[in-house]
């Protein structure tokens, strides 16, 4: 007889939109609607929380055979200052769609590798962007920096402009791990950011680490959290390794598929984290991620107010998120948008004068609704369709589907909600894909998506 583990762990989306990319409607978006969406959500919500903006920053010294993130590996320091410049005139061709200066309630840096670039690059890049906007009252700066070349300088440059937040990608602690995914990094590197960061003044320390890694045993993982445990990150996500090597760009051939833990092998390597992360003090939020009390992710869960997006999990809820630079996405929330991605065509059309996007999705309400409770579910562990923005066409259609993991006990399903035990938050992406009218009516006929578990 099959285990839950072995029954549910399939391929499927992530789900940090819906629909998800693979099922936008391609055909019938264009550019000209996606700055309809655009100009809307800002009239909407700009005045009342303020924007997010995310910037991706493509450029690595190295390639991680681990990342399936759009990168460009390069060792030429010189092509910081014409992206930055590009960047910063994406960031003028959407100001100047809009009456009123730009809200910005949170910022992230993404990658690539956001420390690949100059302090004095990154602060000419934020001083830029805030020349044209205002910040938010309760606004928050985060970035992704890489331990072996994040300076002391770089994140005091930040925390000046106003960032308070960063993660650093460990991934893992033992050699061979690190050799395989071509990340080696010693302890010392990422305590040294860490320290940095916390005597600089930075309110909130994340650290990446990852399970189902290649060559990755058990006995790695306990050593990785205890290692971490002497650091004690504020927060702390925890992925599960997506391979996905058949996707276009993504450098995830450093190992055998035979090197990887599979099934119960690979969730006892989360298990075992959560339980550790647990004893630490640190509470599970949503899927991957645990917070210390004292982090304001925790607090988001606890009020209610956890939101999830392209960057991840957030405490800060915002209705558009505007994604600069090569590849970003963007969600008026009534749309998506994503960018073209290679540096070349990003910079050719951004000096063209034209908004770099060359796909998008714009949302029917069928889409909105559903889009609903996949966050719910996806943040809360809960939704309902009792009010009338949250009725569902064809609940029962859904509910079908969710019957064979009622019956394991995997969603309490009552008379118009649904809630996940915590004992079975490992298969929330699975709940998920049956509210999934775009992949319930496609199921796609080659890979794409990692496995569910």
Known sequence: M??????????????????????????????EKWI?????????????????????????????TFCACHKHITKRHEVEEEYIETVLKEWQLYVNLVDEKVVIKELHLGGGTPTFFSKENLKFLIDGLLKHAKKH????????????????????????????????????YNEKVQEAIHRVQPFKAVKNVT?????????????????????????????????TKELQPDRISFYSYAHVPWVK?????????????????????????KQLFSELGYEEIGMDHFALKSDSLYKATI??????????????????????GMSAISD?????????KTVKEYQKIVNSGEIPVFRGHILSKEDEVIRKHILNIMCNFYTSWDEKDTKINNIDAHLSLLQEM??????????????????????VRNICMAFDKKLQKKQPETKLFSMTI
């Open 249 to 273: 760009g993504v450098g995830q051939r450093g190992f055998n598929d035979d090197d990887l833990p599979k099934n119960e092998e690979k969730r006892e390597l989360y298990e075992i984290g």
């Open 303 to 324: 009020n209610k107010t956890l939101h999830r997006n392209f960057m991840g999990y957030t405490s800060n809820k915002t209705q558009l998120m505007i994604g600069l």
């Open 332 to 340: 008026s929330w009534y749309g998506f948008a994503q960018n073209v």
């Open 195 to 227: 320290n940095w960061s916390r005597e600089i003044g930075y309110t909130s320390v994340s650290h990446d680490l990852i399970f189902g890694l290649p060559h990755q045993t058990k006995e790695n993982v306990i050593y990785t959290i205890n290692k």
């Open 36 to 64: 309809e969406t655009f100009k809307h959500s800002f009239l909407e919500s700009n005045s009342k929380e303020g924007v997010s903006v995310y910037i991706h920053l493509p450029f690595c010294e190295s390639l991680c």
């Open 2 to 31: 099959k285990s839950l583990i072995q029954k549910y762990n399939i391929p499927g989306p992530r789900y940090t939109s819906y629909p998800t990319v693979p099922f936008w409607d391609t055909a019938s978006f264009s550019k």
């Open 137 to 172: 009252e309760e606004a928050e700066f985060s970035f992704e920096g890489h331990p072996n070349n994040t300076t002391k300088d770089q994140l005091q440059t930040l925390f000046d402009v106003g960032f308070t937040r960063v993660s650093f990608g460990v991934q893992d």
């Open 406 to 427: 009622q019956n394991d006990g995997l969603v309490i399903i009552e008379e118009n909600s649904l809630t996940v035990p915590d004992d079975a938050r490992a298969y």
